[in-house]
């Protein structure tokens, strides 16, 4: 499936290319719009999201935010109640949390993400989302 014109359009931000990991349980697009580099330090990606594609569970040691900028979707962190998102969302996960994002089953969903305090070490990827663990 291609991102759907309309969809595209309403993301603003470009949708670069095709995510191809296994961290992602389906079809997913990384736009890298701030490279990490020295000068910033301070990487920041659009993300979007197929209707029921979200990531594995996982951690930042610097911790995340994430600026929710079209469609519906989903935050959980381990042990808490996922967390419905809508554009206009802003959602700061702390350093070393477990938690896992991606879309609505029925929506497309993009946010942009910053990677904060990246001085403390890239992602740490663990198991995928189960369909009892996504919500209905
Ligand atoms: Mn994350």
Redesign the pocket.
């Known amino acids: 499936m291609t991102i759907p014109q309309q969809f595209e359009e309403r993301i603003i931000f470009p949708v670069g290319e095709k995510i191809e990991n296994e961290y992602f349980r389906g079809p997913a697009w990384l736009g890298v719009l701030v490279a990490p580099d020295s000068a910033w330090n301070c990487p920041i990606f659009n993300v979007t999201f197929e209707p029921g594609v979200r990531?594995n569970w996982?951690r930042?040691p610097g911790g995340?935010i994430?600026l929710v900028t079209a469609g519906t979707g989903y935050y959980q962190e381990e042990g808490k109640t996922a967390r419905l998102l809508n554009k206009g969302d802003v959602v700061q996960?702390p350093p070393d949390v477990r938690?896992?994002?991606g879309a609505a089953a029925d929506s497309w969903f993009s946010h942009i993400?910053i990677s904060t305090n990246v001085q403390q070490g890239d992602?740490e990827w663990m198991e995928p989302v189960t369909d009892e663990e996504y919500p209905e």
Do not use: F, G
Request: hydrophobic residues 45%.
């Open positions: 990531n996982h930042h995340q994430l996960i938690h896992w994002h993400a992602v």
